[in-house]
C-alpha cells in the first residue's frame, strides 16, 4: 500500500506509526512517501512508482481544503 502523505517525521517513521495505529489482520507492505519524495522519484523515471500511480487502485484520497 502506497500512502502519499506530508508529514514532520521521516517516511519510515510515519509507517510506523501507521501500522501500529490501525488493526490488520493480512500481510501488509506499507510505503510512506512525501508528495515532493514522489515528485521527485516521478522526475528520475522511477518505473516503480509509474507503474503503481498508472495502475493502483485510489482507497481514500481526501479533498483539498
Known amino acids: 500500500m502506497l500512502v ?3 508529514t ?5 517513521e510515519q509507517a ?11 500481510a501488509l507492505d506499507l510505503i510512506v512517501r512525501k508528495p ?3 515528485d521527485h ?3 528520475l523515471g ?3 512508482l509509474t507503474e503503481i500511480l498508472r495502475s493502483g487502485k ?3 484520497e481526501r479533498a483539498d481544503d
Open 58 to 60: 485510489v482507497l481514500y
Open 8 to 12: 514532520a517525521l521521516k517516511e519510515v
Open 4 to 6: 502519499i502523505m506530508d
Open 41 to 43: 522519484r516521478l522526475a
Open 16 to 26: 510506523v506509526r501507521i501500522c501500529q495505529a490501525i488493526d490488520y489482520h493480512f
Open 36 to 38: 515532493d519524495t514522489i
Open 46 to 48: 522511477d518505473q516503480f
